[in-house]
Structures are given as C-alpha cells and as structure tokens.
T-cell receptor
Framework: EAGVTQFPSHSVIEKGQTVTLRCDPI?????LYWYRRVMGKEIKFLLH????????ESGMPNNRFLAERTGGTYSTLKVQPAELEDSGVYFC????????????FGSGTRLTVV | QKEVEQNSGPLSVPEGAIASLNCTYS??????FFWYRQYSGKSPELIMS????GDKEDGRFTAQLNKASQYVSLLIRDSQPSDSATYLC?????????????????FGKGTHLIIQP
C-alpha cells in the first residue's frame, strides 16, 4: 500500500510569490488533514477534509491560505502571497475511518520563504 | 487555549534502561491520546494510542493515562539506540464545527530522546 505522498519535498520562494503544495492520501482514505510546523514550535492543525468537503478549517492562519480537494482525492494547499512567517514544514495526513484515529503522515514539504 | 506540554529535553538514557516520557494537557474534555515518534527529517509515526485511564502495553512500549491529573506518559523498556528520536504527545481536540467524525490533533513540541550505547 502506497503511503501519503507530498510534493514538492522542498520549496524555496521569495516573499510575495505563490506556492502550491500537493498531498496524495492513501487510496480510499476519506479523511485528509493539513498540519504545519514552524521552526521551534509544535505541529499545528490547519484543516480537515472529509472527502471533498472542508470539515474544519479553524486552524488556517489567514485568507492567504487556500486548500482544495476536488473530487475527494488529492489535495492542494496554496499560499498566496507568501510571507516570511509562512516558512515551515507542512504535513499532510490521512485516515480511513471517521474517528480519525491512526493517521498516516506524509513526509512533509519544507517551505522556505526568503 | 488548548495546550499540550512536554519537556523538550534532550533526555539521555543508557541503552537497556527504561526511558520515561511525560506529557500534560490542559483540556479536561480530551478523550484520545497519542504518542508519535519522529526521526530527524522524517514524518511522525504513530506508536501508541490510549483512551482510558490506566496502562496500555505494546511490546517494549507502555502508555499510561491519568485523566484526573491530565497526564499521559510513555515508557520504553530495554531502550535501544534506534529509539533515539523526538517523541510527540498528541491529544484529540473537538472541532467546533464538526458534527462528529474525525478531529484534528493538538501536539506538544516533543521530547528529544537520546539512547546512549
């Protein structure tokens, strides 16, 4: 079984540019989550999809962040325009059952905004 | 503010000894508790989950939960150098908009564990 796939693994962009991160969950997993870890801080929840619907986006920092999951398969997280404080590692996770237990995390995208 | 607190370490333990990792949480309504292991540059990997008071054992790992004290711990017996990693405590939070189903997790900053050969 393929795991959760994220790409790119690394991205370096200039302040003000746009970046799109992609996450491919494990096939058949309805639940998809985005998390972020900023340097020196804990991993923080951003949002949760159930299939193509946003179940909870209470952790999204501001309206520069836009997540989509068209068709309930892969998801994208767009940052536009990027700011320096957006630098960090963005993790995606998926789970099969509706309880959300037993996440499988992707390896993350390290975003550096310069 | 829902928080999960962990000592960042590093916690240094000799090989073969018991490593004890601790975590406290602030939300008394929390229901589910998880320990993740994260090697440097890698993704978090779930190693234990616990939902009720008491101990839960899985191989060399034992998770302990005390809801009255809002405390959860992880014991690693017969510690091996390969256990050296950052251990993340995570607590299930309830979404204000969720009518059920899956929820996000609140993580601690993690404890860096070093097993000395």
């Amino acid at each position: 079984e393929a795991g959760v796939t994220q790409f790119p693994s690394h991205s370096v962009i200039e302040k003000g540019q746009t970046v799109t991160l992609r996450c491919d969950p494990i096939s058949g997993h309805d639940n998809l989550y985005w998390y972020r870890r900023v340097m020196g801080k804990e991993i923080k929840f951003l949002l949760h999809f159930v299939k193509e619907s946003k179940q909870d986006e209470s952790g999204m920092p501001n309206n520069r962040f836009l997540a989509e999951r068209t068709g309930g398969t892969y998801s994208t997280l767009k940052v536009q325009p990027a700011e320096l404080e957006d630098s960090g590692v963005y993790f995606c996770a998926s789970s099969q059952d509706l309880t959300g237990y037993g996440y499988t995390f992707g390896s993350g995208t390290r975003l550096t905004v310069v | 503010q829902k928080e999960v607190e962990q000592n960042s370490g590093p916690l240094s333990v000799p090989e073969g000894a018991i490593a004890s990792l601790n975590c406290t949480y602030s939300d008394r309504g929390s229901q589910s508790f998880f320990w993740y292991r994260q090697y440097s540059g890698k993704s978090p990997e779930l190693i234990m989950s616990i939902y009720s008071n008491g101990d839960k054992e899985d191989g060399r790992f034992t998770a302990q939960l005390n809801k009255a004290s809002q405390y959860v711990s992880l014991l690693i017996r017969d510690s091996q150098p390969s256990d050296s990693a950052t251990y993340l405590c995570a607590v299930n939070i309830k979404s204000s908009t969720s009518g059920g189903g899956a929820d996000g997790l609140t993580f601690g900053k993690g404890t860096h564990l070093i097993i000395q050969p």
